[in-house]
């Protein structure tokens, strides 16, 4: 199952599960649409392509929660 991170690691933008925008590679590193399109669809930490990642409907949050785990580490 999907981790479904709530954010960007590029830029810190908010991707929640249930909303569409979230792009990922292989390892789930988490990526929002402009910062997908600026790193050409690779990602930068394994090399590998980046994706649209799925949603996860809100009504599935109780028993499949989404990750609250932020990788955005700032300046």
Known sequence: ???MRPDCE???TELP???PGAFICGFECTFCAPCAEALDDRC???GG???DRPTRAKQHHDE???STQRRY???
Do not use: D, S, T
């Open 10 to 12: 590029r830029c810190g």
């Open 73 to 75: 580490k700032g300046q």
């Open 1 to 3: 199952m999907l981790e």
């Open 44 to 46: 930068p930490n394994c």
């Open 64 to 66: 499949a929660p989404p």
């Open 17 to 19: 599960a249930e909303a």
């Open 49 to 51: 392509e980046i994706v």
